[in-house]
């Protein structure tokens, strides 16, 4: 992305906010520390202050906090990733985990274990075969899973 921004910077000499013109820089060129985990992070925090609203659980006979919440997460690139990483922290479980090759099910009742799913995905490419969990082909079956959040990551 330096290349885009040096680019620019090339033909739009006179724009003072030509650092700006594109994301996923280098930090020696203007990037932003966090910037890998920031949108993941956005998401855990509009979870975090949703479910800290009284009011708002009430209405979905929920209870305040993130602590024991089931969670399904769609993608497990680096939104699902980080989102799920911020979940777990605060006591969320991840129940499943949904990508475009198929997924995985908690067969546990314990919650995945990310760290190794993590590893295994690095590994091979893919979360599915994982021998943690239980393979889905079809993730899509997932989303319909009863849980008490979806997150399209």
Not at 91 to 110: P, S, Y
Not at 126 to 142: E, M, Y
Request: proline share 3%; hydrophobic share 40%.
């Amino acid at each position: 992305m330096a290349w885009i921004k040096d680019t620019y910077e090339h033909l739009r000499s006179t724009d003072i906010n030509s650092t700006a013109c594109v994301t996923g820089k280098p930090l020696e060129v203007g990037g932003i520390d966090g910037r890998q985990e920031a949108t993941g992070l956005g998401v855990f925090f509009c979870l975090r202050e949703f479910f800290d609203n009284k009011g708002l659980t009430e209405k979905l006979a929920l209870n305040p906090g993130i602590q024991g919440k089931t969670f399904i997460v769609q993608g497990f690139g680096n939104v699902g990733q980080h989102t799920i990483d911020s979940l777990q922290a605060a006591g969320g479980q991840v129940i499943a985990i949904a990508e475009r090759d198929g997924g995985l099910v908690d067969d546990t009742e314990l919650g995945l274990d990310v760290a190794h799913i993590k590893k295994y995905h690095k590994k091979w490419g893919t979360i599915t075969g994982f021998p943690g969990a239980k393979t889905v082909k079809d993730s899509a079956r997932l989303l319909e899973l009863p849980c008490d959040v979806l997150i399209p990551a």
